[in-house]
């Protein structure tokens, strides 16, 4: 069975610092594997999404994921945070159309 | 852009009530999906739909049915309401397309109070 497991549920960073989110996943296929991010109040937006081509994918607002098969990782990462950052982001894989999610990592930006 | 639209941001329901969530979405996606939203549980499935008239059963669909009448519109139906359904629900659609590659498109939510 397919599952997410995200380390850290509270990620605090300062402004411009680097921000770093660990998504972990098993899989017995090849997985497709995609970020989320909710703002309060808002339903989940697509920041990226990992479909077996380039190991590096980049999404919106400035997010950079990797994906590490042999770690079994896709960690989420942003050079500079800005306030606008702060939100809930959810990892989550594909399976069979359905996603399954990890449990999200809300963070805070500290001024 | 693919716009999925949930009928009330907000809702307060009595217990034993029949609650009715209403999901229309304008891309012409096969697939609807209903989720739960609740703290420290991510997102957890409660029915999908991958067709009109068609519907599976997710990891929670205890206490839940669905009604897919037409493409566009997918129904979640509270049969009598419980507390322990208060919660964030979310919809969301995908196409068939490209086998799972493609995101799925989410509505804003509708927070439901179970009184």
């Known amino acids: 069975a397919q599952s997410v497991t995200q380390l850290g549920s509270h990620v605090s960073v300062s402004e411009g610092a680097l921000v770093l989110l660990r998504c972990n996943y098993s899989?017995?296929?090849?997985?497709?594997l995609f970020w989320y991010v909710q703002y309060p109040n808002q339903g989940l937006q697509l920041l990226l999404k990992y479909t077996s081509a380039a190991t590096l994918v980049k999404g919106i607002n400035g997010f950079e994921a990797e994906f590490k098969k042999s770690e079994t990782s896709f960690h989420l990462t942003k050079p500079s945070a800005h306030m606008s950052d702060a939100a809930e982001y959810f990892c989550a894989v594909s399976v069979d159309y359905k996603l399954s999610f990890g449990a999200g990592t809300t963070v805070t930006v500290r001024a | 852009d693919v716009k999925v639209t949930q009928s009330s941001r907000y809702l307060v329901k009595r217990t034993g009530e029949k609650v009715f969530l209403e999901c229309v979405q304008d891309?012409?996606?096969?697939?609807m999906f209903w989720y739960r939203q609740d703290p420290g549980l991510g997102l957890r499935l409660i029915y999908f739909s991958y067709d009109v008239k068609m519907k599976e059963k997710g990891d929670i669909p205890e206490g839940y049915s669905v009604s897919r009448e037409k493409k566009e519109r997918f129904s979640l139906i509270l049969e009598s309401a419980s507390t322990n359904q208060t919660s964030m629900y979310l919809c969301a659609s995908s196409t068939l397309e490209d086998a799972g590659r493609q995101p799925q498109h989410f509505g804003d939510g509708t927070r439901l109070s179970i009184l």
């Open positions: 891309m012409d996606h096969e697939n």
């Open positions: 899989s017995s296929v090849p997985p497709y």
